[in-house]
C-alpha cells in the first residue's frame, strides 16, 4: 500500500549542481502538489499540475521546473541549487474535484545545498 | 497569499482547550484542517465544505465562517498525542486548483 512515494529521501548538493526529485503515486490521483518547508515554516507551493503533461506555477516557483510526463509521476527539478533551496520537499496527491478530500503526503525529501 | 493562522503558537497543559483561527484575505472555498507532528507529513484531519458547516473528529472540532472568510480548529480536553503542528488548507476559489497552506500554529501539550 504505497501511496506517495519520493525519491530520494535525503540529499546533499553543492551550491549549482542540479538534480531532480522524483514524486510517485499510485492512488491514480489527477491532481499533484510540490511543497517545500523549512524550519518552522509552513508549507508552500512551489508547482502543481492537475493531469499528465500539465504544470502550472504555485506561490515559490523560481529557480525549480516541474514535468507531469505520466500521470502517477510528478518530477521536480532544481537546474543550479542555491543554499536558499535547503529545505524539506513534500509532494502531495489528491483526487480530482474542486472540494474533494484529503491531500495524501509522501513522506518528504530533506535538501542540503552547501 | 497565504492565511494566516492564529496564535502562532500555544503551550496546554493536558485537558486544557485551544482555539486555533484560520484567516484568509481571500474567499475561501473549502477548509481542510491537518497536524503534522516532528519530522513526519502532516496527516489529514477534517475537511470543511461550505459555510456555517461543523465538523468534529474525537475531541477535535471545526467550524468555518464563510461571510467571516475564516476557520477555527477547537481542541478540547487536549491530549499529550495532540502535539504538533496544525495547518489550514484551502482552495480560495471555485475555480482554481491551486491549494495552499496556512501559516501554521505550534501546539505542545505537556503532561
Known amino acids: 500500500n504505497a501511496g506517495v512515494t519520493q525519491t530520494p529521501k535525503f540529499r546533499v548538493l553543492k551550491t549549482g549542481q542540479s538534480m531532480t526529485l522524483l514524486c510517485a503515486q499510485d492512488m491514480n490521483h489527477e491532481y499533484m502538489y510540490w511543497y517545500r518547508q523549512d524550519p518552522g515554516m509552513g508549507l508552500r507551493l512551489i508547482h502543481y499540475?492537475?493531469?499528465?503533461?500539465?504544470?502550472a506555477k504555485g506561490e515559490v516557483p523560481d529557480g525549480y521546473n516541474v514535468s507531469r510526463l505520466k500521470k502517477q509521476n510528478f518530477l521536480l527539478g532544481l537546474e543550479s541549487a542555491a543554499p536558499s533551496q535547503t529545505s524539506v520537499y513534500f509532494c502531495?496527491?489528491?483526487?480530482?474535484?474542486?472540494?474533494?478530500?484529503?491531500?495524501?503526503f509522501g513522506e518528504g525529501s530533506r535538501l542540503t545545498v552547501l | 497569499q497565504q492565511p494566516v493562522q492564529s496564535p502562532q503558537a500555544v503551550i496546554l497543559r493536558e485537558g486544557e482547550d485551544a482555539v486555533i483561527n484560520c484567516s484568509s484575505s481571500k474567499a475561501l472555498y473549502s477548509v481542510h484542517w491537518y497536524r503534522q507532528k516532528h519530522g513526519e507529513a502532516p496527516v489529514f484531519l477534517m475537511i470543511?465544505?461550505?459555510?456555517?458547516e461543523q465538523k468534529g473528529h474525537e475531541k477535535i472540532s471545526a467550524s468555518f465562517n464563510e461571510k467571516k472568510q475564516q476557520s477555527s480548529l477547537y481542541l478540547t480536553a487536549s491530549q499529550l498525542s495532540y502535539s504538533g503542528t496544525y495547518f489550514c488548507g484551502t482552495h480560495h476559489t471555485s475555480g482554481t486548483y491551486k491549494y495552499i497552506f496556512g501559516t501554521g500554529t505550534r501546539l505542545k501539550v505537556l503532561a
Open positions: 502531495a496527491s489528491r483526487e480530482q474535484g474542486q472540494n474533494t478530500g484529503e491531500l495524501f
Open positions: 470543511l465544505l461550505k459555510g456555517g
Open positions: 499540475s492537475v493531469g499528465e503533461g500539465t504544470t
